[in-house]
C-alpha cells in the first residue's frame, strides 16, 4: 500500500517506508493487519489537499482523501478597542472559531493574570462549549475596569480586546 499526495503526485509512503524528505510522514501498520494508515505529524494548512492510498493489486485500487488542516482561532466580537461609559455595563462575547472539537474550557485574563470572578461582585462568565462561546459580563463598570481582556479557548489560539472606561460626558 502506497500514500500519494495529489497535488505534486509526491509518493509519501511504500509499505512501511517513508519516501519523502519529510519525517513528518510516516505509515503505520501492524504485521497481518490489513489496515495501513498515514500518520502527519504537526500538520500545517498546507498539508490540506487530497491523499490517495493506492494498493498494488492487479488491477491496481485506489482511495482518495480530502484533508483539510484548519487553525484555530478565537474572536471576540466587535472592535479591538472598546469604550465604555463608567456605570455601564462591559459585555463581552468570544468565539472558538473553526476549532474541530469544542473547547474543553474557555478561560478569560486581565492584563496577564486569569480573571478572578471573586474580587469584584457583578462577574458573569456563560461558557457554552457546544456552541464554542463564552461571554464576559461586567456589571456596573469603573475606570478600574479598564484593561486588557484576552479569551483563552483551550482548543485555540487567544483574542484580545482593549477596554477603557471613561468617567463623564468627554
Ligand atoms: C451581550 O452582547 C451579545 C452580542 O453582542 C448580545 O447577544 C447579548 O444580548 C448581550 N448581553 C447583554 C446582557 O447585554
Ligand atoms: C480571588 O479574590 C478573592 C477576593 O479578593 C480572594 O479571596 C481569592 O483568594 C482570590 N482567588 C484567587 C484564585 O486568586
Ligand atoms: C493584550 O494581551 C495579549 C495577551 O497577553 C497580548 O498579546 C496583546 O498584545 C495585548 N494587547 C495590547 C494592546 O496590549
Given amino acids: 500500500v502506497s500514500w500519494i499526495r495529489k497535488r505534486d503526485l509526491h509518493i509519501l509512503t511504500v509499505g512501511i517506508l517513508t519516501y519523502t524528505n519529510d519525517q513528518r510522514f510516516q505509515s503505520l501498520h501492524t504485521e497481518g493487519s490489513d ?3 498515514l500518520r502527519i505529524s504537526s500538520p500545517q494548512p498546507r498539508d490540506s489537499g487530497t491523499y490517495e492510498c493506492q494498493v498494488s493489486t492487479e488491477p491496481k485500487i ?7 488542516v484548519v487553525v484555530s482561532r478565537a474572536k471576540i466580537l466587535g472592535n479591538s478597542e472598546l469604550f465604555i461609559k463608567s456605570g455601564s455595563d462591559i459585555n463581552l462575547t468570544c468565539l472558538a472559531m473553526q476549532s474541530p472539537i469544542p473547547p474543553s474550557f ?4 486581565k492584563g496577564k493574570r486569569v480573571m478572578n ?3 469584584r461582585g457583578g462577574i ?3 461558557t457554552e462549549r457546544s456552541t464554542r462561546t463564552s461571554k464576559l459580563l461586567i456589571a456596573k463598570a469603573t475606570p478600574a475596569d479598564s484593561g486588557n481582556y484576552t479569551c483563552s479557548p483551550s482548543s485555540s489560539d487567544s483574542a484580545s480586546v482593549v477596554v477603557h472606561v471613561i468617567n463623564g460626558e468627554h
Avoid: A, K, M
Avoid at 485506489?62 to 483539510?68: A, D, P, V, W, Y
Avoid at 474557555?106 to 485574563?109: D, E, P, Q, R
Fill in 106 to 109: 474557555i478561560y478569560w485574563y
Fill in 35 to 37: 489496515e495501513w494508515t
Fill in 124 to 126: 458573569n462568565v456563560i
Fill in 62 to 68: 485506489s482511495q482518495g482523501f480530502r484533508l483539510n
Fill in 117 to 119: 470572578y471573586s474580587q
